[in-house]
Antibody, heavy 119, light 109 residues
Framework: QVQLVQSGAEVKEPGASVKLSCKTSGYTFTYYALHWVRQAPGQSLEWMGWINAGNGDTKYSQKFQGRVTFTRDTSASTVYMELTSLRSEDTAVYYC????????????WGQGTLVTVSS | EIVLTQSPATLSLSPGERATLSCRASQSVSSYLAWYQQKPGQAPRLLIYDASNRATGIPARFSGSGSGTDFTLTISSLEPEDFAVYYCQQRTNWPPGFTFGPGTKVDIK
């Protein structure tokens, strides 16, 4: 079955960077795009962008443009999300999720990674 | 940017009752509207895509309708496991961008 397994929780100081991973299995990695979505405590979901795992093309939400980078390692069927210049407002659970064909939805989702930004 | 509004914010119902959740877009999104369910401590789960298509494994009591700017998720008869938060999500045309609504919490009356 399709699985997305994310890296473990991180604690970072303001101004630092964080790089999260999302390892996929159960399907052909290069056939799908993967999204990153975050959820601050008690808040709604916030889409950050996607990466085409086949050709590496990316699209970032304007809110994160310049501060976020998605990459992928096709040999490891893994995508990465790096967020720089962290601030307290970046404290959230970060999810990766596979794009449904035709971009109609996000399914399935990883288990999420909690990133805490605190001095 | 297209803004999604969900109503009500909270819906208090009993098991067996019908739930009707609304999602309104600030401009037309055609049928590019999906619904997700999220339980505490869990990742969201896709329920409905393209406004009215159930995702794989989703029970028939979940249905979606609408197009343009007004959409509805209906749960015909609430089961105990359906009490959760529900989010709608839209996408724009190529290259696709996405936004989520603020959510509707369905809790036990």
């Amino acid at each position: 079955q399709v699985q997305l397994v994310q890296s473990g929780a991180e604690v970072k100081e303001p101004g630092a960077s964080v790089k999260l991973s999302c390892k996929t299995s159960g399907y052909t990695f290069t056939y799908y795009a993967l999204h990153w979505v975050r959820q601050a405590p008690g808040q709604s979901l916030e889409w950050m962008g996607w990466i085409n795992a086949g050709n590496g093309d990316t699209k970032y939400s304007q809110k994160f443009q310049g501060r976020v980078t998605f990459t992928r390692d096709t040999s490891a069927s893994t995508v990465y999300m790096e967020l720089t210049s962290l601030r307290s407002e970046d404290t959230a659970v970060y999810y990766c999720s596979r794009a449904v064909l035709n971009w109609s939805g996000f399914d399935p989702w990883g288990q999420g990674t909690l990133v805490t930004v605190s001095s | 940017e297209i803004v999604l509004t969900q109503s009500p914010a909270t819906l208090s119902l009993s098991p067996g009752e019908r739930a009707t959740l609304s999602c309104r877009a600030s401009q037309s999104v055609s049928s590019y509207l999906a619904w997700y369910q999220q339980k505490p401590g869990q990742a969201p789960r896709l329920l409905i895509y393209d406004a009215s298509n159930r995702a794989t494994g989703i029970p028939a009591r979940f249905s979606g309708s609408g197009s343009g700017t007004d959409f509805t998720l209906t749960i015909s008869s609430l089961e105990p496991e359906d009490f959760a938060v529900y989010y709608c999500q839209q996408r724009t045309n190529w290259p696709p961008g996405f936004t989520f609504g603020p959510g509707t919490k369905v809790d036990i009356k």
